[in-house]
């Protein structure tokens, strides 16, 4: 009985070898080999990969972020000009699907750092920023691009006090600048972004008068 556990141990010791060896390949028992040829038999389409530059990158993922399904985006505000084209365009689309809604907007002032040459400069700043505790927000200002807001203020003294906060705790690029005017129109909502229209989303891009669709907030 002893001979017979011997010997089965040693089958069994055997037949592990061969498997981690890959010697039982070629009847489909083994391990996943990582090394050639077979890695390269595992990739698919390597030759579609394409590395782009930073900003490149950036522009690349915007219909993606746009694109998301169930997603509330905004635009705006238009002048009245601008927003009659949209309107028109807009009347083939479910009635629920958008809304122009009329809107008085308030200037806004941000303590600003940037514009920085690319985005692995952004992410440094960022990283810097964390370590004294110091929290940032996206801009809203595409010509601000690549840069970081610190914090927005209905007026331009307010943001001159936050600055003056900030650099007593250590930052010393930052300045204030303006993000946006005051302005008045319509603001453009499509609050729930369907399968269906997403496809339009191309059609509307000439009549935004050079504005961008954003995630609401």
């Not at 002032?109 to 505790?133: F, N, S």
């Not at 209905?154 to 001159?160: C, L, M, R, Y």
């Not at 000439?206 to 961008?212: A, N, Q, V």
Request: a neutral charge.
């Amino acid at each position: 009985m002893l001979r017979l556990a011997v010997l089965l141990l040693l089958l069994a010791n055997g037949v592990y070898y061969a498997w981690g060896e890959g010697l039982l390949l070629p009847w489909g028992w083994g391990p996943s080999p990582e090394t050639e040829p077979w890695r390269l038999q595992q990739q698919i389409r390597p030759d579609a990969v394409k590395v782009l530059p930073a900003e490149e990158a950036r522009r690349e993922d915007v219909p993606v972020t746009v694109a998301r399904t169930g997603e509330c985006l905004q635009a705006g505000p238009f002048a009245d000009p601008a927003a009659e084209p949209l309107r028109k365009a807009l009347a083939s689309w479910p009635p629920a699907a958008w809304t122009l809604e009329p809107v008085d907007q308030p200037a806004r002032w941000i303590v600003y750092m940037g514009k920085y040459p690319t985005a692995a400069e952004v992410d440094r700043k960022k990283g810097e920023l964390r370590q004294i505790g110091i929290g940032f927000e996206p801009l809203a200002n595409a010509d601000l691009e690549p840069g970081l807001s610190l914090g927005g203020h209905p007026t331009q003294q307010a943001a001159d006090q936050q600055l003056d906060k900030l650099l007593a705790r250590g930052v010393r690029t930052a300045r204030v600048v303006q993000e946006r005017p005051e302005a008045r129109g319509h603001r453009l909502v499509l609050p729930a972004l369907t399968d269906a229209l997403r496809p339009k989303l191309e059609e509307l891009r000439p009549l935004l008068d050079g504005k961008t669709l954003r995630p609401c907030r």
